[in-house]
């Protein structure tokens, strides 16, 4: 029998979601695993529908520290704030410092807000999921006389997601969708995006492209030239960027963790990255929870291959991956490559992936 080692993850991200339900694996392999992560996992999937105000929070929601429980795997329900190299040591917000031999990240991405100030009260950013739950709340408050007053900053897919949920509302007066280049969707087949565009349109949304750079002032956005833009709330939605942790040095990268192909760090064979934080060597990724999905199985193998001197797998990302984006109102747009689809049978597609994936996580 090989001696235990210590493997500390750090999040309870997609791909580590995997691995807590498949602990006893990491435990037949020699590991002590301990796990830094909030004691519940919000999923994305279902967060622009939430948010909005459309669906049940509950929906989206798993209960990491049970899957923990059945691990086993000793949960210390937090953040972790620091990470030591030297001494192999991570620090925790209580102040908790734990040893590893082998560590792992999947701590997901933050929004990028180059030009827009946050912190006021009116702004509510998209990343992490804890934040864009205050759009919710706020939503059940509007101003006395009138209907919600909202922009939303970002045409990216989380913005138009966002900004097609909030159209839907009953309770909405206004809804402004700005995107700093020239065309909102770019990332879409064309003909979508010109779809996407009159769905908005259709219900009202105003777009403004090639808005910025734009300020807050007080309740109001303030656009390049000078309009001024009054907002009840405003979301920031301009793009997932990984968190300060994975940034900092010694580490982290501009980019999040460097990993190769192996989900190992470029230059640290006992530390290993997955999902949004992780910078995919290889080749650039977009954050989409597919990869950290995916990426899952392939860490608990490194792990087991580690234990027993078998070569490192690799992960090997599909070419086209499919993506829904869900649009309120009843209706998704799913895409993959070239190919896409608006209406109601995404929505039922999109609903139908996300409830078997959360299932696994719940029984
Ligand atoms: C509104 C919105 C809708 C989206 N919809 C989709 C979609 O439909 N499909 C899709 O594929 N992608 C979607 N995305 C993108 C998706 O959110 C990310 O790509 C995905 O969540 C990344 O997964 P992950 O496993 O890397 O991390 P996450 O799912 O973000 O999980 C990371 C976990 O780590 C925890 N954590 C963070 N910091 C620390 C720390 N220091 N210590 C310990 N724990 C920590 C967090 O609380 C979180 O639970 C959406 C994004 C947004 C903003």
Not at 174 to 193: C, K, N, Q, S
Not at 220 to 246: F, Q, W, Y
Request: glycine fraction near 12%; hydrophobic fraction near 40%.
């Amino acid at each position: 029998m090989p001696p235990e080692r210590r493997l500390l993850l750090v999040g309870a991200g997609h791909a580590h979601l995997h691995l807590l339900r498949h602990a006893s694996r990491l435990d037949a392999a020699g590991y002590r695993t301990t796990l830094v992560a909030p004691a519940r996992f919000d999923y994305s999937g279902a967060a622009s529908g939430i948010a909005a105000g459309g669906r049940d929070p509950a929906e989206g929601r798993i209960d990491v520290a049970a899957l923990a429980r059945h691990g086993p795997v000793d949960h210390r329900a937090g953040r972790v704030t620091d990470v030591d190299l030297t001494t192999r040591t991570a620090t925790t917000d209580d102040g908790t410092r734990l040893d590893w031999d082998l560590v792992s990240f999947n701590i997901g991405s933050v929004v990028d807000v180059p030009p827009v100030a946050t912190g006021d009260a009116t702004v509510v950013e998209v990343k992490p999921l804890s934040s864009l739950a205050r759009l919710r709340e706020r939503l059940e408050h509007p101003p006395t006389g009138r209907g919600h007053h909202l922009t939303v900053v970002g045409g990216g897919a989380s913005g138009l997601e966002l900004a097609a949920h909030l159209a839907a509302r009953a309770d909405t007066d206004r809804v402004h969708l700005l995107e700093y280049g020239p065309r909102i969707g770019d990332f879409l087949p064309h003909r979508a995006a010109r779809r996407l565009v009159g769905l908005l349109e259709g219900r009202g949304v105003r777009i403004v492209t090639d808005a910025g750079p734009v300020r807050v002032d007080g309740d109001a956005l303030v656009l390049r030239g000078g309009t001024r833009l009054a907002h009840d709330i405003l979301v920031v939605a301009t793009g997932l960027a990984p968190p300060p942790l994975a940034t900092r040095s010694p580490l982290g990268g501009r980019d999040g963790f460097p990993v190769r192909a192996t989900l190992q760090h470029r230059d640290h064979d006992d530390v290993y990255a997955a999902g949004d934080c992780a910078d995919f060597l290889p080749m650039s990724l977009p954050r989409l929870g597919v990869h950290g999905v995916r990426q899952g199985p392939v860490l608990l193998a490194a792990f087991e291959a580690r234990a027993t001197g078998a070569p490192a797998p690799v992960y090997r990302p599909q070419e086209h991956v499919l993506s829904i984006l869900d649009l309120g109102g009843g209706t998704a747009l799913a895409v993959r490559g070239r190919w896409w689809w608006l209406g109601r049978s995404s929505l039922a597609l999109k609903r139908r992936i996300d409830r078997r994936w959360l299932a696994t996580y719940r029984s």
